[in-house]
C-alpha cells in the first residue's frame, strides 16, 4: 500500500518560513508523477499550492507565488515546500499527493497521508 507521509509544519509568526516535507513510500510511481502540495483551512476547500513535475517543472497558485517553492529529490522519494513570508491566510492543514484533478481529491489515490498543520499567527 502506497503511504504518504508530512511533516514540518507547526505554529510560526507572520513572515516566518517553514520547510514541509513528504515521503512517498513507493520510489517508483513516485519518479514518474508530477507531485503537488495541497493544503485545506478550516471550513474551506481543499487547495492545489504548488506541483512539480518529475523533470523539475513547477506551478504554483497565484497567493504564493514568490513566496513558496516546490522541490523534489527522487532519490529520497520526497518532495518538499519551501514557505517563506508566511501570512495568516497559509494557516491550513498541508498534504502532499500526485497530481489530481479535483475530481478525485475525495477518493485519491493513493489516500490522503495525515497532512501536517501550518499556522500562521502572532
Known amino acids: 500500500q502506497v503511504q504518504l507521509v508530512e511533516s514540518g509544519g507547526g505554529l510560526v509568526q507572520p513572515g516566518g518560513s517553514l520547510r514541509l516535507s513528504c515521503t512517498y513510500s513507493s520510489g517508483s510511481i513516485f519518479r514518474i508523477n508530477t507531485m503537488a502540495w495541497y493544503r485545506q483551512a478550516p471550513g474551506k476547500q481543499r487547495e492545489l499550492v504548488a506541483s512539480?513535475?518529475?523533470?523539475?517543472?513547477?506551478k504554483y497558485t497565484d497567493s504564493v507565488k514568490g513566496r513558496f517553492t516546490i522541490s523534489r529529490d527522487n532519490a529520497k522519494n520526497t518532495v518538499y515546500l519551501q514557505m517563506n513570508s508566511l501570512k495568516p491566510a497559509d494557516t491550513a492543514v498541508y498534504y502532499c499527493?500526485?497530481?489530481?484533478?479535483?475530481?478525485?481529491?475525495?477518493?485519491?489515490?493513493?489516500?490522503w497521508g495525515q497532512g501536517t498543520q501550518v499556522t500562521v499567527s502572532s
Open positions: 512539480i513535475t518529475s523533470s523539475g517543472n513547477t
Open positions: 499527493n500526485r497530481e489530481l484533478p479535483p475530481r478525485d481529491w475525495g477518493t485519491p489515490w493513493p489516500s
